[in-house]
């Protein structure tokens, strides 16, 4: 299994801040990361897919980078909706998940 | 726009088989790849493995021996077999929708909560 780790655990910022979390991979995944937004009680949606791709219908807010093992999710000028817990997702191999971020306000 | 529901007991014995089924709608279940992906409460998310419209699967190999994934193209549904259930094995269970093998989740359903208890 390919492991994801994610970094920090848990996050606190303010509306308006700009926030970056990180995802590293225990072996190279090339572009094949995934990022998803979970918000309590609903399923994952996907913001960004093969590194830097964004999905359609999300925000420009968001922007993921990096290759290789180790990746970035960025958030600009968070909006009250972007409180969540955010998960990595490596599909170069069986797909495995990072254990997540939540992000909450300060 | 696809979407997806999940269908199945929400309760299901020790020991016994976890049976879930998942519902196109909106589009097509042809060309693309179905999982089933589960998160137990307050836990991580985990893959348990797709089935491609032509009926091949791949399976996460930590429960490959007790899961089979089938898929009934004419009825535009997939499902999911979990053999041996316990306690571990309670979750919202998830299906979701990958373009390719090795792609995103880009549509998912809204999850099924499964508890395994007597």
């Known amino acids: 299994d390919i492991q994801m780790t994610q970094s920090p655990s848990s996050l606190s910022a303010s509306v308006g801040d700009r926030v970056t979390m990180t995802c590293r991979a225990s072996q190279t995944i090339s572009s094949y990361l995934n990022w998803y937004q979970q918000k309590p009680g609903k399923a994952p949606k996907l913001l960004i897919f093969d590194a830097s791709s964004l999905q359609r219908g999300v925000p420009p807010r968001f922007s993921g980078s990096g290759s290789g093992t180790d990746f970035t999710l960025t958030i600009s000028n968070l909006q009250p909706e972007d409180f969540a817990t955010y998960y990595c997702?490596?599909?170069?191999?069986?797909?495995?998940f990072g254990q997540g971020t939540k992000l909450e306000i300060k | 726009q696809v979407q997806l529901q999940e269908s199945g007991p929400g309760l299901v014995k020790p020991s016994e088989t976890l049976s879930l089924t998942c519902t196109v709608s909106?589009?097509?279940?042809?060309?693309?790849?179905w999982s089933w992906i589960r998160q137990p409460p307050g836990k991580g998310v985990e893959w348990i493995g797709y089935i491609y419209y032509n009926g091949s699967t791949n399976y996460n190999p930590s429960l490959e021996s007790r899961v089979t994934i089938s898929i009934d193209t004419s009825k535009k549904q997939f499902s999911l077999r979990l053999s041996s259930v316990t306690a571990a094995d309670t979750a919202m269970y998830y299906c979701a929708r990958g373009y390719n093998w090795n792609a995103a989740f880009d549509s998912w359903g809204q999850g099924t909560l499964v508890t395994v208890s007597s």
């Open positions: 909106g589009g097509s279940i042809s060309t693309y790849y």
């Open positions: 997702q490596q599909s170069y191999r069986s797909p495995t």
